[in-house]
C-alpha cells in the first residue's frame, strides 16, 4: 500500500510524471522492438518510415529537437514563475508547479527524446535495408504528439499566467477541495422562480433572441439579474421568472448564458472602460507615478463620454413577436458609464495636478454637450474632484494650481491637463 507521505510527494514533485513517462517510453520501445523482430522487421513497409539512413537522420534530428525543446520550455517555465511571484503571490508558485498538465507537456517532450534515442540504437543494429518499422512508425507519431502539445502548451502557459487564469487555478482547486471535504447531502433545491447558474463565471454573452422564444414558450418573462460582466458564483440567480415558472426550461435557460473566467469585448463595452481606467489608476499609484499616460486615459475616456453624451441608451426590455415583453436585462446608462470613468480616478488623480486639471477640463467640456437631464452626474463628479483636491493639498493656492491652468503662453496640450477652458 502506498504510504500517505509518498502520496503527498507524487503530487507535489515536479519531476515524478515526466519520470513516468520517460519510464513509459522505455517500456514501450521494449514491446515495439519485440514486435518488429517477432515480424523480422516487415511489419511496416521502407516506403512509409523511409529507407535506413533516411530514418537514422531523422530519428537524430527528433532527439536533438526534443533535448532544445524541453531545455527552452522549462527555462521559459522558470521566468514565467519568477514574474509570477512577483507581481501576484510567492505563494502561487506550488500552484504551478502542480499543474498536471504542464508536467504531462514536459514528460510527453522527454519521452519522445527517450524514444526516438532507443529507436536509434535500433535502427543501426539493424543489418540491409530493412529498419524496425514499428518502433520507428510509434516515434513519428510521439513527434506529432509533442508538436500538437507545444501548440497547446504555449496556449495553456499562457492562459494561465494571466490573473484571472491564476486565480481560477488556485478558486477552482480550492473547490474541488471544498466539494471533497464537505460533501454535499442533498442536491440545492429548486426554486421555480429563479434560474440558478450551474458554475461560477462571469457574464460575457447570451444568446437574447433565444431567451426571449424560450420564454415565449413557456408564457412568463425573465428578469436577468446580473449585468453584463458581473460574476455569478455557482448556484446563484441568472434569472428571476415573472409568470408560468412551471413550464420553463431551467437547464435550456442557463445555457444560453455564456459565463467565462475573464470579461471581453464582445458585448461589454464597459469592460473597455474598466481597463482603461485601470491603466490610469497604475499610472497615478506611488512610487512610479506616469501622469502623462493618465492623461492619455483621460482624453480617451473624454472622447469616448462625448459620444455618449447624446445618444440614446437601449432599455433592455426584449419582446417577442405578439409585443410581450419577455427579456428584461439591466444595462448600464449614462450615469454609470460616468462613474465608471470618473469616480475612482476623481480620487486618484486628485495628488496629481496635470491628472486633475484634464479631468476637469473633460468634465465642463462634456458639460457643454451632455443634455440637461444629464449634466448632474457630471456636476457630482466635479463636485468630488474639487473635494478631493481641497483634501489634498493645504495651501489654497496649490488647490488653484490643481484644477487652473495658468493660461499665459500654454496651449491645450496634456502637460497642463488641456487647461484651456478651465472655469477659474
Known amino acids: 500500500m502506498v504510504s500517505l507521505r509518498f502520496r503527498h510527494r507524487l503530487r507535489a514533485s515536479l ?10 517510453s522505455i517500456a514501450l520501445s521494449l514491446v515495439t522492438v519485440a514486435i518488429d523482430r517477432r515480424f523480422g522487421d516487415r511489419l511496416v513497409p521502407v516506403s512509409i518510415t523511409g529507407s535506413p539512413d533516411a530514418v537514422s537522420n ?29 507581481q501576484f503571490s510567492p505563494r502561487i508558485v506550488r500552484a504551478l508547479l502542480q499543474d498536471r498538465s504542464s508536467q504531462l507537456a514536459y514528460g510527453l517532450f522527454a519521452s519522445t527524446f527517450t524514444f526516438a534515442i532507443l529507436a536509434l540504437r535500433e535502427v543501426n543494429a539493424v543489418d540491409g535495408s530493412a529498419v ?50 464537505y460533501p454535499a447531502t442533498a442536491p440545492p433545491p429548486v426554486r421555480p422562480g429563479v434560474v440558478a447558474s450551474p458554475e461560477p463565471g462571469l457574464v460575457v454573452d447570451l444568446d437574447r433572441p433565444a431567451l426571449v422564444a424560450t ?4 408564457g412568463c ?32 435557460v442557463a445555457g444560453l448564458v455564456v459565463l467565462a473566467a475573464e470579461r471581453t469585448h464582445g458585448d461589454d463595452p ?14 497615478l499609484a506611488q512610487p512610479f507615478t506616469d501622469p502623462t499616460t493618465a492623461v492619455m486615459v483621460i482624453d480617451r475616456l473624454h472622447d469616448c463620454l462625448r459620444h455618449l453624451a447624446t445618444r440614446d ?11 410581450e415583453v419577455r427579456l428584461i436585462e439591466r444595462t448600464l446608462g449614462w450615469d454609470g458609464y460616468v ?86
Open 339 to 424: 462613474r465608471l470613468a470618473f469616480d475612482e480616478l476623481c480620487l486618484a488623480g486628485a495628488a496629481s495636478p496635470q491628472a486633475s486639471r484634464r479631468i476637469r477640463a473633460a468634465l465642463e467640456d462634456l458639460l457643454t454637450v451632455a443634455p440637461p437631464e444629464r449634466q448632474p452626474a457630471l456636476h457630482r463628479q466635479l463636485d468630488v474632484l474639487v473635494a478631493a483636491v481641497d483634501h489634498s493639498y493645504e495651501d489654497q493656492r496649490d488647490r488653484r494650481a490643481a484644477l487652473v491652468a495658468d493660461q499665459q503662453g500654454i496651449g491645450s496640450g496634456g502637460d497642463l491637463g488641456a487647461g484651456a477652458g478651465c472655469r477659474g
Open 132 to 181: 524496425p518499422g514499428v518502433t520507428v512508425l510509434v516515434a513519428y507519431l510521439l513527434m506529432l504528439a509533442s508538436i500538437a502539445a507545444l501548440f497547446l502548451y504555449i496556449h495553456h502557459s499562457g492562459n494561465a499566467l494571466r490573473a484571472a487564469g491564476l486565480i481560477d487555478l488556485v478558486g477552482d482547486t480550492l473547490r474541488e477541495q471544498l466539494n471533497r471535504k
Open 313 to 323: 441608451f437601449p432599455s433592455g426590455r426584449h419582446r417577442d413577436g405578439s409585443g
Open 270 to 283: 464597459a469592460y473597455g472602460f474598466r481597463k482603461l481606467v485601470d491603466i490610469a489608476e497604475r499610472g
Open 58 to 86: 531523422i530519428l537524430s534530428t527528433i532527439a536533438s529537437a526534443m533535448v532544445t525543446l524541453t531545455t527552452l520550455v522549462l527555462t521559459v517555465t522558470t521566468v514565467a514563475v519568477q514574474l509570477a511571484m512577483g
Open 15 to 24: 519531476w515524478i510524471t515526466p519520470l513516468l513517462c520517460v519510464l513509459a
Open 215 to 218: 420564454a415565449s414558450e413557456a
Open 221 to 252: 418573462a425573465l428578469e436577468m439579474v446580473p449585468l453584463m460582466g458581473d460574476f455569478v458564483p455557482g448556484g446563484a440567480p441568472l434569472f428571476r421568472v415573472n409568470g408560468g415558472p412551471d413550464r420553463l426550461d431551467h437547464t435550456r
